[in-house]
């Protein structure tokens, strides 16, 4: 592995990321709603598909093939190599939404270096959107016709924000129920749209902010290497930009300083 390709051509890593994807979309999309999906539970009792399972295998298998030095993470398979360079996956984000036949769901690839995410592909095929980034190169999007650059919103108030909060049941395992209601009361919306797809939402001005909690690199790291090669900003609710620190703050940046003050502030509980 040369220094020049860890830490500035990231153009042949967002080319392979993309492959990454096609190959993952070969996989997921044929077996969403499939009649015959085969769905299981993990030790943690969350719920893993045949469609999971898959579409990592074809990704490690691509990854294997052509960067066999970097290490690998993803959620099914676990980890793997060396993770000064490691790529990150998940390869369905939103399972319950695959296996229950609602489309938003997506794979997320990311390439994070010395644990900063860098490269960033999110692709949702169920609604045939795809998402891109990576230092230096933009953040774009495509919905099947030519692809366009993405960028956060210039929001700069609060009151005028409109942000995600993920799942009601996530801020309430953190002991953070009082600090979401408030967060209602001061925004201009609140919507809990979940997963993968909030955070592009994010990166492409539609939305302000998104929020949550007990999640795990393979959870956050395309959406951080997206959103802020999209102008945001991305760190974990103590404002470190750490992939692992099982929560995430996602914004349009303008708005960040702001929203780290109102839920460290006793007035926001």
Avoid: C
């Amino acid at each position: 592995m040369s220094e020049t390709r860890a830490d500035a051509d990231f153009q042949s890593d967002l080319d392979l990321a993309l492959r990454l994807a096609d190959a993952a979309d070969a996989q997921s999309l044929p077996r969403f709603d499939a009649a015959d999906l085969h769905v299981s539970l993990k030790a943690d009792r969350s719920h893993v598909t045949d469609a999971d399972l898959a579409t990592e295998r074809a990704i490690r298998e691509i990854l294997r093939a052509e960067r066999p030095e970097d290490g690998i993470l993803g959620e099914e398979y676990g980890s793997s190599g060396d993770a000064r360079r490691q790529w990150i996956i998940d390869p369905i984000d939103g399972t319950a939404n695959f296996l229950r036949g609602v489309p938003l769901w997506g794979t997320m690839i990311s390439l994070a270096v010395d644990g900063v995410a860098r490269v960033g592909v999110v692709s949702m095929p169920a609604l045939g959107r795809r998402w891109w980034a990576a230092p230096g190169l933009g953040a774009w999007a495509s919905t099947g016709a030519e692809p366009r650059a993405i960028r956060v919103s210039g929001v700069a108030d609060l009151d005028d924000a409109s942000v995600s909060f993920q799942s009601i049941g996530q801020w309430d395992d953190a002991g953070r129920t009082d600090q979401l209601l408030a967060l209602s009361r001061r925004v201009w919306r609140d919507r809990g749209y979940g997963d993968v797809f909030a955070y592009m939402m994010l990166a492409e001005g539609r939305i302000d902010m998104v929020a949550e909690f007990d999640v795990k690199e393979y959870d956050i790291a395309a959406a951080f290497a997206i959103v802020t090669e999209a102008g945001g900003t991305a760190t974990a609710f103590d404002g470190t930009p750490t992939l692992s620190a099982r929560s995430a703050l996602a914004t349009n940046g303008v708005l960040h300083d702001a929203f780290l003050g109102f839920f460290a502030a006793p007035s926001s509980l």
